[in-house]
């Protein structure tokens, strides 16, 4: 780190709270946004709001550490963390300095995007590191049909929101999928999306944020799943990145989003229940495309 850096404190975040600037969205109740110290700058800032959400800040700081350590050049760097690592500090990424959070994707970007994904997949961790990847797994292990299966709400709450001309038929996605396991031998960011893909015109290059689902996966599932959002945003796929779609993995994932749809409605997080549907349905229209 830079001299400028080892002089930001938690302190100094403290000191300033009135500064920040507020981000709208996303899928957890984390205060975060951009904070400003004078003399200093911008940074960004992320701090847990209860203990459940306190679990997940400390392993994305874990993860911040370790990523800058074997020098990933493609996510933003850890600046101060507080004493119990319920919150942390990192350089910003601003709109100002023409990064694009937009869901707008371009050829550009998702070759970038891939890029980053493929030099995260290269790093060689070492033991120590490695099991900071394997604890608490994300949800993708899971089969969300069977989970659907088993209720008959969750399954009425479906099938009222699944595209109809989809066909869905919830043992017909149990059977198709039932010998599918995914791989767990790869570092995957697992939750790529627009939101946590910050691009770069300027330098042609994309940062990777929002760590916490970070795990040694299926690296298929984690470049299905952005393909999704990419398609959900409107953007035709180019074939190279239709080529890398894969019908199993598509239909693993639409279980998965909407066991989530179904939980986030009921929590009443209706905005994000409604982008996991939107998700699911893409994914399974993909699908039905081979």
Request: with cysteine; hydrophobic share 40%.
């Amino acid at each position: 780190m830079s001299d400028l850096y080892e002089h930001v404190s938690w302190n100094d975040v403290l000191n300033h709270l009135d500064t920040l600037n507020i981000a709208n969205g996303g899928f957890t109740n984390s205060l975060s946004g951009t904070l400003h110290l004078p003399q200093k700058g911008n940074y960004f800032l992320k701090l847990a709001q209860d203990t459940e959400n306190a679990k997940w800040v400390s392993k994305e700081i874990s993860i911040y550490k370790i990523l800058n350590k074997y020098g990933f050049k493609f996510t933003p760097k850890l600046i101060t963390t507080d004493s119990v690592n319920r919150g942390f500090l990192t350089t910003a990424l601003t709109i100002e300095d023409g990064w694009d959070w937009s869901n707008v994707w371009s050829v550009a970007r998702l070759n970038a995007t891939f890029e980053s994904m493929k030099i995260l997949s290269d790093i060689d961790l070492d033991k120590a590191d490695r099991q900071v990847f394997e604890t608490h797994r994300g949800s993708y292990f899971h089969n969300g049909w069977i989970a659907i299966n088993k209720s008959y709400d969750k399954t009425r709450f479906i099938y009222d929101r699944i595209d109809k001309n989809i066909g869905l038929d919830i043992l017909k996605e149990l059977y198709f999928i039932h010998n599918f396991t995914p791989n767990k031998d790869t570092l995957v960011h697992n939750d790529l999306r627009s939101g946590n893909t910050a691009y770069s015109e300027k330098l042609n290059a994309v940062m990777l944020v929002d760590w916490p689902w970070a795990e040694i996966g299926d690296k298929n599932l984690d470049a299905n799943a952005l393909l999704v959002n990419v398609s959900c945003s409107g953007m035709k796929l180019p074939e190279k990145y239709k080529n890398l779609l894969r019908p199993k993995e598509l239909h693993w994932l639409a279980g998965f989003w909407l066991d989530c749809a179904y939980k986030t409605w009921n929590e009443e997080k209706v905005e994000i229940s409604e982008s996991f549907i939107k998700s699911a349905n893409r994914a399974l229209n993909l699908a039905n495309e081979f």
